[in-house]
């Protein structure tokens, strides 16, 4: 499985900014998809995925309803809407796989993409 981010960038309080991920090497349909964040000086922490065996969708409290994951299912390309940015969501983001043959356990990691908001 390998997966590549594009996207992060300096934006302003309150704009918005559109993280993408280009997956590839699954063999079955039952694995996740998802993006973590690591802010400086603290652990990396998960902000939103998606299964892809019934599309179902999670969101850490602090980006819900102003995040939104999403897919291409043609291009293998995975997305983050992010809207309604604020300073602490400054982190590097990571988009990560978990597949259900390792007991869904984040093992597949893509490099990191800097989001910065600046206040």
């Known amino acids: 499985v390998q997966l590549q981010a594009f996207g992060g960038g300096l934006v302003q309080f309150g704009g918005s900014l559109r993280l993408s991920c280009e997956f590839s090497?699954?063999?079955?349909?039952?694995?996740?998809i998802g993006w973590f964040r690591q802010a400086p000086g603290k652990e990396r922490e998960g902000v939103s995925c998606?299964?892809?065996?019934?599309?179902?969708?999670y969101y850490t409290d602090s980006v819900k309803g102003r995040f939104t994951i999403s897919r291409d299912n043609a291009a293998n390309i995975l997305y983050l809407q992010m809207n309604d940015l604020k300073p602490e969501d400054t982190a590097v983001y990571y988009c990560?796989?978990?597949?259900?043959?390792?007991?869904?356990?984040?093992?597949?990691w893509g490099q990191g993409t800097l989001v910065t908001v600046s206040s």
């Open positions: 990560t796989a978990a597949l259900k043959t390792t007991d869904y356990e984040w093992g597949y």
């Open positions: 090497g699954f063999t079955s349909r039952d694995y996740a």
């Open positions: 998606l299964s892809n065996s019934d599309g179902a969708t």
